[in-house]
């Protein structure tokens, strides 16, 4: 069966357009606790479920929606309000839940949001189950009985327990003191948990992006804006900046001069200092968009590489297919499993300021150590993406491009998974170069389209 509603990450879209609306939310919710509860625990009476959210103005509506639902399917919800993604992971597994349930659109603007899932491990919904609420998606509502209803109550101390959480990541034995650190939250969810973990462990913090008002979160601030941060690190003479993003799942950093690090060089860093200690495992999981020079790099360290499909659902899976720790994207969804079983981008800043203490370095000489290729990436609109990557005039162009760059570079094409639009993407050593074929494919992908 097909997936109609569920992307990569849970159900997203515009509020008030299809399916962002309350009456598909309760529904979903309906849907989902139906499927929960045929999982039901031995002992328990009713199936719970954590429900958390972000800044936006719609996560009232949306989480209203949500309760409802899951109180008609016979399913408990525990309320914590606005909440990092990767604390609902945390939170759903310490509390021995069923679910967790977040209502976030991540890095998009105020007026979209989503709806995504934990399993009670913590993880990411399998597609099998994803696949088995769109088909409950289906079937009538049928409200449980009022003997049965689920019921609703608030966690109060979700972001106390979050917060200790993060800070036991970093070992006892060092702190943050001395470090001035500008945190920028995106005035999102790690408003009033990001700034509490750092100022904790010793460090002299600043603010960006921490007065979320339902409108505001990911406008100009955070880790797909960082220039906010660049200039407040500057004229606050700190050390090093922290970004994330709307639900803190994605890390951005800025070393003392401004220049900003993505995922690519945050793994490498964090990497490099597990393989010294002996404490990386025997690999690293990026994707197909993780840069060719962290590759390379990887490789003269003599750790193992593996790319998964884009999505950091898909490094998940094959971290956990081959028994390795550490993985992400370059956008900064970085994942440290011996950590949390998720993406956090709290967390993954404290193993790359844990290099930094222990190694008595900067973050521009731990990081600057990697060098990335130039990157060209082109969106090409396409009538249809079907079949397109396999017309000859479209595969000879790929194999010259790949001819000429002879291993100092790399060409990727893609179908975009939610719209008509072939992304093109090439990178080497010689930016000349790499443009030439990227605007060179991308007009026979678009001659073919």
């Known amino acids: 069966m097909s997936r109609k509603y569920f992307g990569t990450d849970g159900v997203r879209g515009k509020v008030g357009q299809a399916p962002i609306t309350p009456d598909f939310v309760m529904k979903l919710g309906y849907a989902a606790g139906k499927v929960l509860a045929s999982g039901k625990q031995k002992g328990v009476e009713h199936p719970s479920?954590?429900?958390?959210?972000?800044?936006?103005?719609?996560?009232?509506?949306?989480?209203?929606?949500?309760?409802?639902?899951?109180?008609?399917?016979?399913?408990?919800?525990?309320?914590?309000?606005?909440?990092?993604?990767?604390?609902?992971?945390?939170?759903?597994?310490?509390?021995?839940?069923?679910?967790?349930?977040?209502?976030?659109?991540?890095?998009?603007?105020?007026?979209?949001?989503?709806?995504?899932?934990?399993?009670?491990?913590?993880?990411?919904?399998?597609?099998?189950?994803?696949?088995?609420?769109?088909?409950e998606l289906g079937k009538p509502l049928k409200c449980m009985t009022s003997a049965k209803l689920g019921k609703a109550r608030r966690i109060e101390d979700a972001a106390a327990r979050y917060i200790e959480f993060c800070k036991s990541t970093f070992p006892s034995h060092l702190d943050l003191r001395g470090m001035r650190i500008v945190v920028d939250c995106a005035h999102g969810a790690a408003y009033h948990i990001a700034p509490h973990v750092f100022h904790e462990l010793g460090a002299d913090v600043e603010t960006v992006g921490a007065s979320p008002d339902g409108f505001n979160i990911n406008a100009g601030v955070g880790a797909t804006a960082p220039r906010a941060l660049q200039e407040a690190v500057k004229h606050a003479r700190a050390d090093l900046g922290i970004a994330l993003d709307g639900d803190g799942d994605r890390l951005a950093m800025v070393d003392a001069s401004g220049r900003l690090y993505d995922g690519d060089q945050l793994i490498y860093l964090i990497a490099q200092h597990r393989k010294r200690l002996g404490d990386l495992g025997k690999g690293v999981v990026g994707t197909q968009m993780s840069n060719l020079a962290l590759e390379q790099a990887l490789a003269k360290l003599k750790i193992a590489f593996a790319r998964a499909k884009v999505g950091d659902r898909y490094v998940l899976e094959m971290l956990a297919s081959r028994g390795w720790q550490l993985g992400g994207e370059n956008s900064g969804h970085i994942l440290c499993l011996d950590k949390h079983s998720t993406g956090d981008g709290i967390i993954s800043s404290l193993q790359v300021l844990r290099a930094l203490v222990e190694n008595r370095t900067t973050l521009a000489k731990a990081a600057g150590a990697l060098t990335l290729f130039p990157q060209v990436l082109i969106n090409v609109a396409v009538r249809t993406r079907d079949g397109i990557l396999e017309r000859a005039e479209v595969k000879r162009a790929l194999a010259e491009a790949q001819a000429d760059l002879d291993g100092s570079g790399r060409v990727l094409l893609r179908p975009s998974g939610t719209e008509p639009v072939i992304r093109v993407m090439v990178e080497g050593r010689n930016p000349a170069r790499i443009e030439h074929w990227a605007q060179r494919i991308a007009a026979v992908v678009r001659t073919a389209g």
């Open 49 to 135: 479920v954590l429900i958390g959210k972000d800044t936006r103005v719609s996560g009232y509506m949306l989480e209203a929606a949500l309760e409802a639902g899951l109180s008609a399917a016979g399913v408990d919800t525990l309320l914590v309000g606005p909440m990092p993604t990767p604390a609902v992971a945390y939170l759903t597994r310490a509390l021995r839940l069923s679910a967790g349930i977040v209502i976030s659109a991540s890095h998009n603007p105020y007026d979209d949001n989503g709806i995504k899932f934990f399993s009670g491990a913590g993880a990411k919904l399998p597609d099998a189950t994803e696949t088995a609420i769109e088909r």
